[in-house]
């Protein structure tokens, strides 16, 4: 079943008071293309959740600034994805919108040109709740949902604590940004998806740990 489908059979709005419960959370990863790196690090994130999140509560799609919708995957992060037991399926690409952001309550930009993007389409509701994903791993923080048993909730707690910490916890410039491995060779695309790989772990770990 693709992220679309889940979504209408699942259907909820997006938590409007984070850290309450709600029905269902949303992530929503961008890159450019929605070729390399956002496709990946949903079938990951989701990957690593699944069994935490049994009622699939935690719903994570992607999208791209400049996507051709409907075009596959790159062959390589398929490839990636399925020798770690992660299902590729169900994530052609499509095009970064305005409802899209807003039915979002999480929004991970590969680098800080995709957050902006995501800001710029939705001001009032994003700028709290989008990150670069190096960036929200760097902030996240497990004790933010202490007690926390519902993934949801959990994962809602989690973003307004990263929020919160935003500007307080330095980091070096560029080093929020995943570059995008189009163009490159074998070597350097490789550790791009392992570098996204190492993030999105550490992102899984705070939802995770109760």
């Known amino acids: 079943m693709n992220t679309d489908a889940m979504l209408n059979i699942l259907g909820s709005s997006p938590s409007s008071s984070p850290g309450a419960y709600a029905p269902g959370f949303r992530v929503l990863v961008v890159c450019t293309g929605n070729l390399y790196r956002s496709p990946l690090a949903e079938c990951l994130l989701r990957q690593q959740l699944l069994d935490l999140d049994a009622r699939q509560t935690i719903r994570v799609s992607s999208a791209g ?3 051709l919708p409907g075009t596959p995957m790159a062959t390589t992060v398929a490839s990636f994805l399925l020798a770690r037991g992660a299902d590729p399926s169900g994530t052609n690409s499509r095009r970064l919108t305005k409802e899209l952001v807003e039915n979002s309550d999480l929004v991970l930009g590969a680098a800080r040109e995709h957050r902006e993007a995501a800001v710029r389409l939705a001001p009032t509701w994003s700028l709290t709740r989008s990150f670069t994903l190096c960036e929200f791993a760097r902030l996240v923080r497990a004790e933010d949902a202490s ?3 519902d993934p949801a909730a959990r994962f809602a707690n989690l973003v307004q604590g990263a929020a919160s910490r935003r500007g307080a916890v330095r980091a070096y410039a560029g080093d929020d940004d995943i570059d995008d491995p189009v163009g490159a060779g074998p070597q350097e695309v490789q550790k791009c998806l ?3 790989e190492g993030v999105v772990q550490r992102v899984a770990a705070a939802v995770r740990t109760g």
Do not use: Y
């Open 65 to 67: 600034t400049e996507a």
């Open 147 to 149: 007690g926390v048993v």
């Open 194 to 196: 392992e570098r996204i």
